[in-house]
C-alpha cells in the first residue's frame, strides 16, 4: 500500500472534526464501511460512484449499481493523498 503524506489529509480530517462538533457525536464521521477501507497504514479514501448498466445502443437501465473508486487525491483541496500520487500531480 502506498505511504500517506499525512500533511495532505488535513481537510478530510477537519471536516470530520466539524461534523462531530456540529452533531454532537464523538463518533461521527464518514460512513467506515463505504469511504475507509483500515489496514495497517491507517484508514485510505474510497469514494462510491453510481452508474446505470446499458442495455442497449443508448439505453440505459433505470436501477443504479455502485462501483467504488480509490481516491488518490483530497476531494477537497485536490492535493495527492499518498506518494505515488505525487508523480500523478505533474
Not at 37 to 48: A, D, N, Q, T
Not at 63 to 71: G, H, L, N, T
Not at 84 to 89: C, H, K, V, Y
Request: with cysteine.
Amino acid at each position: 500500500m502506498e505511504k500517506k503524506i499525512l500533511e495532505n489529509w488535513k481537510a478530510i480530517d477537519e471536516l470530520e472534526q466539524k461534523v462531530k462538533e456540529k452533531t454532537g457525536d464523538s463518533e461521527a464521521g464518514f460512513n467506515a464501511s463505504t469511504f475507509w477501507w483500515r489496514s495497517k497504514e491507517g484508514r485510505h479514501l474510497m469514494i462510491p460512484c453510481m452508474y446505470r448498466e446499458k442495455k442497449g445502443q443508448e439505453t440505459f437501465t433505470q436501477s443504479y449499481k455502485e462501483m467504488i473508486v480509490y481516491a488518490k487525491f483530497c476531494p477537497f483541496t485536490g492535493k495527492p493523498l499518498y506518494e505515488d500520487s505525487l508523480n500523478l500531480e505533474k
